[in-house]
C-alpha cells in the first residue's frame, strides 16, 4: 500500500524574504586561541550538518556553527547549529535557519522573530534549512509583510531533523525549546545586531511549538522575555487528532507520525510500540527514516493502529500531556485559522481557544478566509503587523466572553 502523510505536510504558500549583507559589521571566524567561538563553514560544505562528537560543553542556545545559505541582495541567509537539551536532559545540537534584513539595523536592534515551520517530516533531509534551494523556506516572515524589514527570523528544524537522532515530531517540550534557543543562537552570528525585543510565530507543527514556547519561555530563556505570540492553523489537540484518525485510513498516518514522537522522547513509548502499531504503522515508521511526509511510501497494506493509543498506556498519559496551551501566561496571543482548513479543522482552534480562556489566558482568535495554507500567509502578514503593534503599545483585544 502507498501512502502520503498530506494531513501535514505543508508547504508554505507565501515565498519568505530573501537577505542581504547587514553593514552591522563584518562576519567574524574563529581563532584557535577562542576555541568556543562559533565555527564558520564554507557556503554550501555538506560536513556542516556532521554533528560534532563529542557534543561541545556550552549553555542551551550556544551558537556553535554557521553558514551562509544565501545572499541575493535584499537580506542574508544562514544555517545554524546550536546546543539545546532533549527531554531526558541530553545535550544535543539543533540546526535551523537565520534571516537577517538588509541595511542598517534600527535603533535599538532588529527584533528578534523565533518561527515554528509546518511539518516536513521525521528524517534528517526533511529539514526546511537543507531545502532552502529546492522548496519554499518555511519561515513566518515573507516580502509581502509590511514590517518584514524590522525582524531578524530565526526558524529552528526543530530536534532531530538536520541533527543527532530523530524527531519528537509535536513533543511540545522539544519543540519549544528549540524555538527559543534558536532565539539565542542568532542573537551571537558576528554582526548581527538584535535588541531585546522578541516575538514568536508558529504554524501547524510550529503553532503547536509556539504555544510551547511561550509557556516555556519565562524558565528556560528568562533573558528573552516575549512580547507576544502569533499561533496559526495549530496542530494543538493531539489527543483528539489522534483518537479521530482511528480507523480513519485518510489521516491514521497522523497518528503513526505523533506516536513516533513520542516513542523518540520517551523510552517506554518506545518500548510499547508493539502494542499501538500494526505490522503496516511500524513499516511506515521506518519509511519516514528516509522520506519525508509529501512523500508516498509503500507498506505491506491494511491498517496501521493496531488499537486506539488515546486509550492505551503509556500513549494516553504522554498524549494528554503534550496537549498546548493548558496554562496561562503574561504573553498576549493571537490564534489565526483558515476558514476552510482542510488538514486541522477550524473548529479545533475554538476549542484551543475555550481552554485558553478558561486558564486565564490573554488571547484572540481571528478565522480567516481560505484552505490550510491560508493560515501561514495571514501568520507572515497580519500576524507580524500585530506583533508590531504589540510592540508598540496596542492593548491586545480579548475574545474570551465575560
Known amino acids: 500500500m502507498s501512502v502520503g502523510l498530506a494531513a501535514v505536510a505543508v508547504p508554505v504558500a507565501a515565498t519568505a524574504a530573501r537577505v542581504a549583507p547587514t553593514a552591522a559589521g563584518a562576519r567574524v571566524a574563529p581563532t584557535a586561541a577562542d576555541p568556543a567561538a562559533p565555527q564558520e563553514f564554507a557556503e554550501g560544505d555538506p560536513v556542516f550538518y556532521t554533528p560534532p562528537d563529542p557534543i561541545p560543553a556550552g549553555m542551551h542556545g550556544d551558537l556553535i556553527r554557521f553558514q551562509l545559505a544565501d545572499d541575493s541582495g535584499r537580506s542574508r541567509m544562514y544555517r545554524i547549529m546550536y546546543l539545546s537539551e532533549t527531554i531526558a536532559g541530553a545535550p544535543t545540537v ?95 552570528l558576528p554582526g548581527v545586531y538584535v535588541g531585546h525585543e522578541t516575538a514568536i510565530l508558529g504554524f501547524s507543527e510550529g503553532g503547536h511549538a509556539a504555544l510551547w514556547a511561550t509557556q516555556l519561555a519565562a524558565e528556560w530563556t528568562p533573558e528573552q522575555p ?68 509529501h512523500e508516498s511510501v509503500t507498506t505491506s497494506g491494511g491498517a496501521f493502529l493496531a488499537t486506539d493509543p488515546t486509550t492505551t498506556e503509556p500513549f494516553a498519559s504522554l498524549l494528554a500531556a503534550n496537549v498546548a496551551g493548558t496554562v496561562a501566561t503574561p504573553t498576549p496571543l493571537l490564534v489565526l485559522h ?48 500585530w506583533l508590531v503593534g504589540i510592540a508598540s503599545g496596542t492593548p491586545p483585544t480579548s475574545s474570551c466572553g465575560g
Open 226 to 293: 516575549i512580547l507576544g505570540s502569533v499561533i496559526a492553523s495549530p496542530a494543538s489537540e493531539v489527543v483528539q487528532r489522534v483518537h479521530e484518525s482511528v480507523g480513519n485510513p485518510e489521516v491514521e498516518a497522523l497518528a503513526v507520525g505523533i506516536v513516533a514522537g513520542l516513542a523518540v522522547a520517551y523510552p517506554e513509548a518506545q518500548d510499547a510500540l508493539g502494542t499501538v502499531l500494526t505490522t503496516s504503522g511500524q513499516e511506515l515508521i521506518t519509511a519516514w527514516n528516509d522520506q519525508c511526509f
Open 338 to 385: 483558515s476558514s476552510e482548513d482542510e488538514r486541522i479543522p477550524v473548529a479545533q482552534s475554538e476549542v484551543l481557544l475555550t481552554r485558553l480562556c478558561g486558564a486565564g489566558q490573554v488571547v484572540e482568535r481571528r478565522v480567516v478566509p481560505g484552505v490550510h495554507a491560508s493560515g501561514a500567509a495571514a501568520a507572515a502578514q497580519e500576524g507580524v503587523d
Open 94 to 188: 539543533v540546526t535551523g535557519l537565520v534571516l537577517v534584513p538588509g541595511g542598517l539595523a534600527p535603533f535599538g536592534g532588529f527584533r528578534m522573530l523565533l518561527d515554528g515551520h509546518g511539518s516536513t517530516g521525521l528524517a534528517d533531509r526533511c529539514a526546511p534549512s537543507q531545502n532552502v534551494e529546492t522548496q519554499p523556506i518555511p519561515l513566518g516572515i515573507d516580502m509581502y509583510s509590511s514590517n518584514a524589514d524590522s525582524f531578524v527570523v530565526a526558524s529552528t528544524d526543530f530536534e532531530g531533523l538536520g541533527g543527532p537522532g530523530s524527531h519528537p515530531f509535536l513533543v511540545g517540550i522539544s519543540a519549544g525549546r528549540g524555538m527559543l534557543d534558536s532565539g539565542r543562537a542568532a542573537r551571537q
